[in-house]
């Protein structure tokens, strides 16, 4: 890992993400690029008037006052940090800007406060997430002395989703994470036998055929009435550090998610989330 991109908006949340996006910097040597959109329209920046350029102006100041005031934060000490402003706000764009700057990951705020599916639908971040090439790592509170040590992936078994473990798989062998790879069986249309799941993993596993190969009686099988809430209960219970789940570019993240869980479950999920694109 060389580069990270952290879109920011200089609140409380964007700077949750630097100080996770600072922790990764820091176990991989690699330098930091802090994006910030500002948001203004082109028929703004195409115009003569002088009003009109001085207001834009005004914004790309201000904008390099709040990167000083916000860089200025001691986690950030000794770090390679590089600012990136683009004119508009588009979060789409957010992929072309890290494949153009070669980032490796993407990690940014969010402010969902009422669990996974809230965090990521119809949010700035499924955009993102969405349309990202690379991993997006998605901080909702703040990480002192954050560190991947363990992580929770997430996977179906589907082939769809080869792409992805594999992606993940390289990811964190390179930060050297250990992964548990969870099934979550569902009630209802969605619950499969033991025989059958095996089946799946074992024939998910041999096609995927990563270097480091796990077998099925590694992984890990879980019960739940909903995905999110096997995975928070699993994670809080071997005090993972991360989740991981695949997404798809097209249907985004809404349809992992089945159903939805309470609010005291969805505040006790203090863990980052990184996504992997399928």
């Known amino acids: 890992m ?46 003569d008037e002088s009003q009109e350029v001085a207001e834009a102006v005004f914004f790309m100041k201000l904008a390099e006052k709040r990167f000083k005031e916000f860089e ?17 706000k588009d979060f789409k764009e957010i992929n072309n800007l890290a494949q153009e700057h070669g980032a490796d990951l993407i990690v940014m705020g969010s402010h969902g406060s009422s669990g996974l599916s809230e965090i990521f639908v119809g949010s700035n971040t499924e955009k993102v997430v969405r349309s990202s090439e690379i991993p997006v790592c998605v901080v909702k509170h703040q990480l002192s002395d954050f560190k991947i040590d363990r992580v929770v992936f997430a996977c179906d078994f589907k082939t769809d989703n080869i792409m992805a473990y594999r992606r993940a798989m390289r990811f964190f062998q390179t930060i050297g994470a250990d992964v548990d790879l969870v099934y979550v069986n569902l009630p209802g249309d969605r619950f499969r ?40 209960d699993y994670a809080d219970y071997i005090a993972a550090d991360a989740l991981a789940i695949p997404t ?22 203090k863990l980052p989330v990184i996504t992997f694109k399928i």
């Open 72 to 88: 200025a934060r001691k986690f950030l000490e000794g770090l390679h940090v590089t600012e990136l402003v683009f004119n508009y």
């Open 2 to 47: 060389k580069k990270i991109l952290v879109p920011v908006d200089f609140s409380d949340h964007s700077a949750y993400a630097m100080e996770v996006a600072a922790a990764f910097a820091k176990a991989n040597d690699a330098e930091i690029i802090l994006l910030h959109m500002l948001g203004l329209s082109p028929s703004l920046l195409n115009k």
């Open 248 to 269: 798809h570019g097209r249907k985004g993240l809404a349809h992992f998610f089945n159903g939805s869980i309470g609010e005291d479950l969805a505040n006790h999920s």
């Open 193 to 232: 036998s033991t025989t059958h799941i095996n089946k799946m993993a074992n024939e998910f596993l041999d096609i995927a055929d990563f270097e480091a190969p796990l077998t099925a009686d590694e992984i890990v099988y879980l019960s739940g009435y909903t995905v999110e809430q096997a995975i928070f």
